[in-house]
């Protein structure tokens, strides 16, 4: 089964379907060998891991393009990859979609900022006029190989206009003809159950962002409130960040690290994790006689 078949027969299902957020392929895999059903490769994580510099549009569509091929390539779950505004134009998004199914995301994420964009639990996003998003939508849809391809259309109306204005626009997102509809950055429980029941027919997806500002639910209440995905696309890399931290802080202050070995995945683990086991098994198998 193609992956785009697979993810799109997930979100007809009635179980929630978690997707950790990867910001590159080490971590696709650490996600997929958990046990996750897809991984949301997160456009906050990958500015993070490539350039070490925030989520404001900084990195370009190959750079993204690039970063969802990796990904998509290390693990054997769909692929849910952060497309941030589509870079440019109906035109600009055409191709945009065209580079990540050959990448091989099983989805893409288009949102309605104005450029440069930011994270989606920041202050000061903008977003363009409704009626842009709608062509931008009908490009992506019309684009795509595909008709599996999943087109998710995310509104970042709300922080700034109102739940209205946003689920206005996830309306006329979802008859331009979206897949799934994304209400960014709800603030209460009653309003994402607002997004919910607004949308029956087509999937909504949650984004649950540690310390951001929509509110953390556990995964059964959020399919109790209808949504049929939640990514998680900072959790990883927070996690990451703070483990690298603390194994330097105790290299710089004992000299070694051998205080921090309990923390620390195994060689013999590590090389598993990455697929070692596989290539000492292809050379042997041509290995010249």
């Known amino acids: 089964m193609r992956k785009t078949t697979e993810l799109k027969q997930l979100l007809r299902d009635r179980k929630l379907l978690l997707a950790p957020g990867a910001y590159d392929a080490l971590s696709a895999r650490i996600i997929e060998?958990?046990?996750?059903?897809?991984?949301?490769?997160?456009?906050?994580?990958?500015?993070?891991?490539?350039?070490?510099?925030?989520?404001?549009?900084?990195?370009?569509?190959?750079?993204?393009?690039e970063r969802a091929r990796n990904i998509a390539a290390a693990v054997k779950v769909p692929v849910v990859a952060d497309g941030d505004t589509g870079f440019g134009n109906p035109l600009?998004?055409?191709?945009?979609?065209?580079?990540?199914?050959?990448?091989?995301?099983?989805?893409?994420?288009?949102?309605?900022?104005?450029?440069?964009?930011?994270?989606?639990?920041?202050l000061g996003r903008q977003v363009i006029p409704m009626e842009e998003m709608v062509q931008k939508i009908r490009a992506a849809v019309e684009a795509r190989q595909d008709d599996d391809f999943v087109?998710?259309?995310?509104?970042?109306?709300?922080?700034?206009?109102?739940?209205?204005?946003?689920?206005?626009?996830?309306?006329?997102?979802?008859?331009?003809?979206?897949?799934?509809?994304?209400?960014?950055?709800?603030?209460?429980v009653e309003e994402m159950a607002q997004i919910t029941s607004a949308f029956p027919k087509t999937p909504t997806l949650t984004n649950m962002v540690e310390g951001g500002r929509t509110p953390i639910l556990p995964a059964a209440e959020l399919e109790s409130l209808g949504f049929a995905i939640a990514i998680y696309p900072t959790g990883a890399l927070y996690a990451a960040a703070k483990a690298?931290?603390?194994?330097?802080?105790?290299?710089?202050?004992?000299?070694?690290?051998?205080?921090?070995?309990?923390?620390?995945?195994?060689?013999?683990?590590f090389n598993q994790l990455i697929g070692l086991p596989e290539y000492n098994r292809l050379e042997k198998r041509y290995a010249a006689k």
Request: net charge negative.
């Open 33 to 65: 060998t958990a046990g996750f059903g897809a991984v949301y490769m997160t456009g906050y994580g990958t500015s993070a891991s490539v350039l070490g510099q925030p989520d404001v549009g900084l990195l370009t569509m190959s750079e993204m393009a």
């Open 92 to 122: 600009n998004v055409i191709r945009t979609v065209q580079a990540y199914e050959r990448a091989g995301a099983a989805a893409i994420q288009l949102e309605d900022q104005l450029s440069p964009k930011r994270c989606g639990h920041m």
């Open 151 to 188: 087109v998710i259309a995310r509104t970042d109306a709300r922080t700034g206009l109102g739940l209205e204005e946003a689920l206005r626009r996830g309306k006329a997102y979802e008859a331009a003809g979206a897949d799934v509809i994304f209400i960014e950055s709800p603030e209460t």
């Open 244 to 269: 690298v931290g603390r194994y330097l802080d105790e290299l710089k202050r004992a000299g070694t690290p051998a205080g921090m070995a309990k923390d620390m995945i195994e060689f013999e683990a």
